[in-house]
């Protein structure tokens, strides 16, 4: 299935997006993801990939100025928000690495979006999609190596029995991104490629919440 996305023209970036709402949608649900697989995910794939042609289509006339606008200032403080969460992170000397260059991109993208004169939407989609991916590690990182471990423990106790029906590296890859899943809900970090989304996503999904206890 990966290389027949690939091959599609549909970037990695989106794929991984896809198969991590997945995650997302059955951890919310409290549902086992044991058996999620990449035909699982197929349908996903599929609309986000929809999602992305259509962000790529021209705006037809009849758009409004302001419904951009909209969007554009929505995304732009989702941005600032999402760059505030991390913030912390930098005072730490072992702060992760490409940290400060990621939140640099963050606000100067926001900049952009609030001053009217962003890039264009599928470029925008884009650097979501590879933010989203590569920001992980320092979710983790924000909840802490008190937390951390409680969150893989109960990934493991899900995924683990399970483990001899899988690849060693389909297995890993599979328990990092349950891992950095649930460690998001734990933290109340949407993606932000979710926080782009046109129209507005729903209420549960749409901005930032507070870390459960």
Not at 16 to 40: K, Q
Not at 93 to 115: F, Q, Y
Not at 154 to 159: A, E, S
Request: aromatic share 4%.
């Amino acid at each position: 299935m990966m290389t027949v996305w690939l091959e599609r023209g549909i970037p990695l970036a989106v794929v991984l997006e896809a198969i991590d709402t997945v995650f997302d949608r059955r951890l919310e649900r409290g549902e086992s993801v044991e058996d999620v697989t990449l035909w699982y995910c197929r349908h996903a794939v599929e609309r986000a990939a929809l999602e992305r042609e259509r962000l790529m289509t021209p705006a037809p006339a009849r758009e409004t100025a302001d419904a951009l606008e909209s969007w554009q200032r929505r995304l732009a403080g989702q941005l600032e928000q999402a760059a505030g969460r991390l913030e912390p992170l930098r005072a730490r000397p072992d702060a992760p690495a490409g940290l400060e260059e990621m939140l640099d991109e963050w606000r100067a993208l926001a900049g952009r979006l609030a001053g009217g004169a962003p890039p264009a939407r599928r470029t925008v989609m884009d650097r979501l999609a590879g933010w989203d991916e590569a920001v992980g590690p320092m979710l983790q990182a924000l909840l802490g190596p008190e937390q951390l471990p409680d969150v893989e423990a109960q990934v493991d106790g899900t995924l683990g029995p399970h483990e001899g029906r899988m690849s060693a590296e389909v297995f890993r890859e599979t328990r990092r991104r349950a891992v950095i899943s649930a460690v998001r809900m734990k933290l109340g970090f949407p993606r932000l490629a979710v926080l782009a989304e046109t129209p507005a996503p729903p209420a549960s999904s749409r901005g930032f919440a507070p870390p459960e206890n």
